[in-house]
């Protein structure tokens, strides 16, 4: 990566980083600095990382930065930004920490519509424990602790995160999913999701489909492929909510298509 | 015949809680645990294993499961380290009071923060007056062998209390070591299967988790603490058993040259296997060292501890955690105030050692040992620690 392509808010020292060859987070956190630079919010930002491969970001940005505990990120990012509502906070955390330990406060943080960002690590495992299944592992998918693959009939099928939160996503909210396969479409989706908080209206939380070719056990094409394909087939990408198009009501999708959107 | 193989100390692990053949497996990864589980998972898939296996989403969830497929009769395993722990916490102290007899393997590693994923025994310590059974392993055998004798112990109608297996993250878990297997028919002989005295069951209707008002809970307590003091003969029972049949015997103290030593390392855990390599070292040199083993931590074995240090007169007791604001290790506190009342009583000195995965050499141990001796050593204290 040239130096003109990185982000300013990046931490120079701290690059290469630290993510394996072909791992998504380090695009998700191009984007998200991407999205940081445009709305020149450097200086407000709370950046809070996960337990995760998320917790390799503690040092990625020159951004204030908080490393905390598994699956609790939203809550100790939603106590910072409610004593001090003029920061931004961020919180990254990967599918794991979101959906399956934490997914009680994603749920309460989404139904007070706590004024947030949740930027979510879709990669289909628990990939810092070695790749464990994980609420998004696909139907069929091997991993550490399904080795016959995911069977639907007993642990059922994969979460689709943003779909499930719009569904109870008050008004102000705004829920999303990008892809590091679309860089630029991801980082305008993080930035509206920036832009809504620092409009106060309401949470914003976007998924992004990332890449762990170290526990898929994949090489380059077979990654892209399982990407592209397999998990974009299932979780679709696009907005699910937007603060400018639902004033309450029923949720709307927008471009709920692997088409639309993405 | 005998088979002796040697294997990752996980996956021997693993392959006794099979051949326990147990009912349900419920947890959720936490480095070093996660071999355990992983290999589990396969047993299960392959057909190996007939449980249930239930990935869950949390450790909070994993031991809630637990219980109740325990209470609904079902031999249960969990399998966690570290914040795992510290998030089962609740449901820990639920499951003694309940007198639920599954057993827990929990592979000991750092409370954060800062982070750490490296071994110590700071995460047991926080849960040391849980009401459970803790055991304290040191090798690849001794994990094996204790899968059986924790469901032996806590099955027993006379016990019916949960047990703790506890052995060292990564220094242990992750070595390679020989084992000796045993066959399933030997196993079964040893531990037949389960039959619950009390379980949740709609024809027989009972209540378990009740509500203790001020006027019963008090007796609720007192009977739980009897219930764990008095389980302490029939463990004793179950070691013999299994001594008998596999010709290895355990005790809740194991002494090391202790008979006529002056100084004492008391251990728990891994650590133990070192010290015993300095030990020897001293011996050389014409010191009277010693060294004892803590494999029972609950119910502390007071009596035998007694014996087993008689006539020293220092003992260094190493902990692997710390008791912030407190007047020595956990360890050191307990055994302090256990001899507080003996006529003739050893220095205690009480060492912080091996946090967060540092290394205890045998070159520490001659070192504690030689201030301690010299007279030198003060009554607590953070070994090796800079700054
Ligand atoms: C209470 C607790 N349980 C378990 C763990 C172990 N752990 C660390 S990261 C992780 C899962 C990571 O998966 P995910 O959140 O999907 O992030 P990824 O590594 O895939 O980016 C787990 C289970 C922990 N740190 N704390
Ligand atoms: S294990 Fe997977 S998610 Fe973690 S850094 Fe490596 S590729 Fe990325």
């Known amino acids: 990566m040239s130096e003109i392509s990185m982000p300013l808010c990046w931490r120079r020292e701290t690059k290469p980083h630290q993510f394996c060859p072909g791992c998504g987070h380090g695009l998700i956190l191009k984007a998200l600095g991407m999205a940081v630079d445009r709305l020149q919010i450097a200086d407000k930002v709370l950046f809070g990382c996960d337990i995760g491969c998320s917790l390799l970001a503690w040092d990625f940005f020159n951004l204030d930065t908080v490393r905390t505990h598994h699956g609790r990120t939203v809550p100790l990012i939603v106590g910072a930004k409610r004593v001090r509502p003029e920061l931004v906070g961020i919180a990254y955390m990967g599918d794991g920490g979101a959906y399956a330990i934490g997914a009680q406060h994603l749920v309460n943080a989404t139904m007070r519509n706590d004024k947030v960002m949740v930027v979510i690590v879709n990669n289909t495992t628990y990939a810092m424990t070695g790749g464990q299944l994980a609420p998004t592992t696909l139907p069929g998918q091997k991993t550490e602790t399904s080795p016959a693959g995911r069977r639907t009939e007993r642990e059922g099928f994969p979460l689709r995160g943003p779909e499930m939160l719009a569904a109870i996503a008050p008004p102000g909210s705004y829920v999303a999913r990008g892809s590091v396969s679309r860089v630029r479409r991801l980082a305008r989706l993080l930035e509206k999701g920036l832009e809504n908080q620092l409009q106060g209206r309401g949470i914003s939380v976007v998924e992004a489909l990332s890449t762990c070719p170290t526990n898929w056990r994949t090489n380059a094409e077979d990654t892209w492929k399982f990407l592209e394909k397999e998990m974009t087939d299932y979780f679709p990408l696009g907005e699910f909510v937007s603060p400018h198009d639902r004033a309450g009501g029923a949720p709307k999708v927008n471009g709920n298509s692997r088409k639309g959107g993405g | ?387």
């Not at chain 2, 360890?331 to 912080?352: C, F, H, Q, T």
Request: proline share 5%; charged share 20%.
């Open chain 2, 1 to 387: 015949m005998k088979k002796r193989v040697g294997m990752e100390v996980s996956f021997a692990a693993a392959e006794a809680v099979k051949l326990c053949n147990v009912d349900v497996v419920a947890a959720y990864p936490i480095t070093p645990q996660t071999h355990i589980v992983e290999r589990l998972s396969e047993y299960v898939a392959n057909g190996e294993l007939d449980a249930e296996f239930v990935p869950v989403e949390s450790e909070h969830s994993a031991l809630s499961l637990c219980v109740g497929s325990q209470a609904a009769g079902a031999r249960s395993f969990t399998c966690t380290s570290s914040q795992g722990l510290a998030l089962m916490n609740e449901i820990v102290y639920i499951t003694s009071s309940m007198r639920l007899p599954m057993v827990m393997m929990l592979v000991n590693r750092s409370l954060s923060g800062p982070l750490s994923i490296w071994n110590d025994h700071s995460d047991v310590m926080s849960i040391r007056d849980c009401g459970w059974i803790q055991l304290f392993v040191k090798n690849s055998q001794e994990v094996f062998d204790h899968a059986f004798i924790a469901y032996k112990i806590a099955e027993d109608h006379n016990v019916l209390l949960p047990v703790i297996i506890n052995f060292d993250g990564f220094i242990l878990s992750h070595m390679f070591e020989s084992v000796e297997l045993m066959e399933p028919d030997v196993v079964q002989q040893y531990l037949p299967p389960y039959e619950p005295k009390y379980a949740l069951h709609p024809d027989r209707a009972l209540t378990m988790g009740t509500y203790g008002m001020p006027a019963v809970f008090t007796e609720a307590k007192k009977a739980q603490d009897e219930a764990l003091l008095a389980s302490y003969p029939h463990i004793l029972e179950a070691w013999k058993a299994w001594g008998d049949l596999s010709g290895r015997h355990y005790h809740p103290v194991e002494e090391f040259l202790t008979k006529d030593a002056e100084t004492i390392f008391v251990t728990l855990g891994s650590f133990g296997e070192t010290a015993g390599e300095a030990v020897k070292a001293l011996r050389e040199k014409g010191h009277k060292a010693g060294l004892l083993h803590l494999r029972l931590w609950r119910p502390f074995p007071f009596d035998a501890f007694c014996q087993a240090i008689q006539g020293a007169r220092n003992l260094i007791v190493i902990d692997r955690a710390v008791s912030f604001g407190g007047p020595g290790g956990p360890v050191a506190s307990e055994i302090r105030s256990a001899l507080y009342n003996k006529e003739k009583r050893p220095g205690v000195y009480s060492m912080i050692a091996g946090l967060g995965g540092r290394d205890v050499t045998v070159r520490d141990y001659m070192q504690m040992f030689e201030s301690v001796t010299a007279g030198k050593a003060s009554a607590y204290e953070i070994f090796g620690v800079r700054g």
